[in-house]
């Protein structure tokens, strides 16, 4: 086993692991917790094999409370995984994933840094962008979203129409506070709406069940998706089935096991994928095949990150038809780029390049020092 291991141009030679501090404001959610960060740490991946090949990937958790994720548990999960990772076929992506669960329960998003890196190193190998290997590219163009942060009414206006001159045509409205409060912010914004933008008030689960009753006779008023009310699935069902208009879950599906349970209670519409929180390109085609197969609408998007988040999700979104898309998140913020060759945000749209793999190229010197190599 060991000589056959060895001889392997596709094994994993070294696994290098790099951080990088990205600057966030939040959105208005409670979800950052007490002490809201002013900065995400965002851990990227690169994956070296016997051959030289190499491979990126990226996962950035939104402080520590959002997701059952965080950054210093991310690179501890990667320490943990790493010894069994060495040596495994990069290009065989089910048996490195079937790998890592054999060596760590759960820790989805420390996983899904590897599945990426991984399917990038494939997309390379076979010279081909990794839309053509998650189903065939349908488009290079992907519409994105522009959210709107929780504010008062007219500074929610304000945003709006900043975002509508820079072309967005599909809009978050962030709510999740008073629920009374916040059905006038969401009817101020879609008022201020242009014929054929596309209105998603998001939650973020900051309602409770009952505040979620309350606001959604309102809500149901206003032409615009209502997005993950409240904190747990059991407390959306009652929601969803008062709700007459389009209905998406979030945060409370993280596996294609909760998915097809979603699909069978007809909990939902339209479902927001995030990449990383997934745990990786490969449970998140499944989902994204669940989701085609049944005529669900989705957003191919990610927690946080940078250039390289942007690629993976991008790549999804370019597989996926765009009738059963609502849009994906740009990941724009002022801070030094990660890579070299991610889809550019232009008039609101995502334009994808046609290099294999991830077709990014990442900036060492913005990596800078390696955090920790394994080798
Ligand atoms: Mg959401």
Known sequence: MHGAVSINPNAIAKISVYGVAIPFHALGSRWVGRDKPDHLD???????????????????????????????????????????LLGQDATQINQVNRVMDET??????????????????????????????????????????ASIPLRTPDDM???????????????????????IEDCERVRAVVAAGRD?????????????????????????????????????????????????RPFILDEVIDSPQELARAIADDALDALVIKVTHAGGLTPAKIQRDLCLSHGIKMRLEDTAGTEITRAAQA??????PLS????????????????????????????????????????????????????
């Not at 790549?315 to 996926?320: D, F, N, P, V």
């Open 324 to 375: 059963l898309q609502l849009g994906s998140y740009t990941f724009v913020n002022d801070r030094p780029a990660t890579a070299d060759g991610a889809p550019e945000v232009l008039n609101g749209m995502l334009h994808l390049n046609h290099e294999p793999g991830l077709g990014v190229t990442p900036k060492m010197d913005v990596l800078g020092e390696a955090l920790a190599v394994y080798a």
């Open 104 to 145: 760590l329960f759960g820790h989805v998003y420390a996983k899904a840094v590897i599945d990426i890196a991984c399917w990038d190193l494939l997309g390379k190998h076979c010279a081909q962008p990794l839309s053509q290997l998650l189903g065939g590219r349908f488009q290079s163009r992907i519409p994105a979203y």
């Open 42 to 84: 965002s851990t990227i991946v690169i994956i070296e094999t016997r051959s030289g090949l190499s491979g990126v990937g990226e996962s950035c958790p939104i402080g520590a409370i959002y997701l059952p994720a965080f950054a210093v548990g991310l690179r501890a999960a990667l320490e943990e995984m790493a010894p069994a």
């Open 315 to 320: 790549q999804l979104a370019a597989a996926t």
């Open 157 to 179: 206006v304000a945003m709006l129409k900043q975002k509508q001159s820079e072309g967005f045509t599909r809009f978050q409205i962030k709510i999740g506070d008073d629920p």
């Open 196 to 244: 054929g933008d596309l209105f998603m008030a998001d939650a973020n689960r900051g309602w409770s069940q009952a505040d979620a009753l309350r606001a959604v006779g309102q809500i149901n008023q206003i032409d615009c998706y209502l997005e993950q009310p409240c904190a747990t699935y059991r407390e959306c069902l009652p929601v969803r089935e008062r709700c007459t």
